[in-house]
């Protein structure tokens, strides 16, 4: 079994054996031995093997080119050169697989869509091997922050006969072939089925039991949109907690948002430093703001006007009842307040219909949390517990009640003020490590025209 060893060098005392397996990013060849910089894939930095002519293995030196996997063994010794602590003297070298002159990713830049082609080839680049190791930190780090607060991890339907959102852009599961006559019961299900939008109302039933649960897995969205924030297939992060109103709700996903920005400042640093330099310069700054300072809290019809009287010339047009866009969102936190900001008591018209109907009439109890560089990172509410209200807001949508019976049913026994919220997993690392395009913080994107690797 390989193990990475990269990642523990910083604390490293010489050793008389060391063995390394990874990969070639580059080689230099001279009369009587060759440099090799090799990378396993659990650290930005690589190590420079020293293969001296002669040593077991270095007959397939002419053989080892960018891209070659290899192993080596010899000595971890104080490096001569600048640049890098450690190098490796090697007594024994094999070469596992070669790679030939095709091999796309030699020692040059490569735009992001040059590198979205390649999607099997990519992790081995600084950029990806530094989004993914962040992508598996920060999974680890919202597990850690429910678990140590006591919630219950559960596993949400994947294959759904319910519209969470009630936007219909949802991917039909069907067994029946294209073009059938046949009627919905006689399908698999008995019934339309569909890939989940979210698991939010599955996840309150079990919060309904259990006290404070959260989800976290895939979420599928046949939304038409090519836009850099959009993507077909994406992850979502839902806590819900029984007997929580909208206050505790907005307390909890702010300290949620704190401690990821703390997890990536202390447990992420080489990759949050590349992240800074070579894609952008203010994230850490706009991270250690998240980490330390107070987040804004304000009403929507407060953030419309403040939007209303900045002056401020936006492609969208600012409309009380509306929803606010990214632009908007962007300037309240970068600009306005210059920080983190809570908007709350959306106008019920342009929210679903499952959020508490606040005593105006009007509003209903929601909020989102806005970070700078991003706009909406998390969107929540308390959800409506009161029945007659839940029915009320039912018909509202033209939603059949017949089809959501199990939902309306928790408010018939033991119902209970609830509240929760969602995350969109890559969403928060847009945002943790400043790359602007969604398709390029998930291994594998699924985007409209494009089902690759």
């Not at 869509?113 to 080839?121: K, M, T, V």
């Not at 920060?138 to 759904?160: D, L």
């Not at 039991?209 to 046949?222: D, E, H, K, M």
């Not at 560089?373 to 029915?391: A, D, H, K, T, V």
């Amino acid at each position: 079994m390989r193990t990475p060893v990269l990642t523990a060098l910083s604390s490293q005392a010489p050793q008389d054996s060391i063995t390394v397996c990874g990969w070639v990013r580059t080689k230099r060849d001279s009369k009587t031995f060759s440099f090799l910089e090799i990378n396993d894939g659990s650290c930005l930095r690589g190590i420079q093997a020293v293969v001296d002519a002669g040593v077991p293995g270095s007959e397939d030196l002419p053989k080892i080119t960018t891209g070659a996997s290899v192993q080596v063994t010899g000595r971890l010794v104080a490096s001569q050169g600048q640049g890098q602590a450690w190098e490796i003297q090697v007594t024994a070298l094999t070469l596992t697989g070669p790679a030939d002159e095709s091999y796309p990713l030699q020692k040059k830049g490569h735009s992001m869509e040059f590198l979205r082609q390649i999607g099997h080839l990519r992790a081995r680049s600084n950029l990806f091997g530094a989004v993914f190791r962040t992508r598996s930190r920060m999974a680890f780090a919202v597990h850690t922050f429910f678990q140590e607060r006591g919630f219950v991890y559960v596993h949400t339907p994947i294959i759904t006969a319910s519209d969470c959102e009630g936007a219909g852009e949802m991917f039909r599961v069907t067994t029946l072939p294209q073009g059938s006559a046949a009627k919905p019961e006689e399908d698999f299900f008995g019934k339309p089925s569909f890939l989940t939008v979210s698991g939010q109302l599955e996840a309150e039933t079990l919060a309904c039991a259990l006290g404070s649960v959260y989800t976290f897995g895939p979420a599928f969205r046949a939304e038409n949109s090519n836009t850099s924030r959009h993507a077909a297939e994406f992850w979502m992060i839902e806590p819900e907690m029984a007997f929580c109103d909208l206050q505790g709700d907005m307390d909890m996903a702010e300290e949620q948002m704190r401690y990821l920005a703390r997890v990536m400042l202390a447990q992420c640093a080489e990759d949050l430093a590349f992240f800074t330099k070579m894609v952008d310069k203010g994230l850490t700054d706009r991270l250690k703001l998240v980490a330390e300072q107070p987040f804004k809290r304000v009403s929507y019809r407060e953030a419309v006007d403040i939007l209303l009287s900045s002056g401020q010339e936006f492609e969208f047009p600012v409309v009380h009842g509306h929803n606010l866009q990214s632009e908007h969102e962007r300037y309240l936190t970068e600009k306005h307040f210059q920080c983190p900001v809570i908007v709350f008591n959306y106008p019920k018209e342009i929210k679903p219909f499952y959020m508490r109907q606040n005593d105006d009439g009007e509003t209903v109890a929601a909020m989102d949390v806005l970070v700078p560089g991003i706009g909406e990172i998390i969107g929540g509410s308390q959800r409506e517990e009161r029945p007659e209200r839940l029915r009320a807001a039912m018909e509202h949508h033209q939603l059949r009640e017949e089809d959501y019976w199990w939902y309306a049913d928790l408010r018939k026994y033991g119902t209970v003020p609830h509240a929760g919220y969602g995350m969109g997993f890559e969403r928060l690392l847009m945002f943790v490590t400043g790359v602007s395009n969604i398709r390029d913080v998930i291994p594998f994107a699924r985007t409209p025209g494009t089902a690759d690797f």
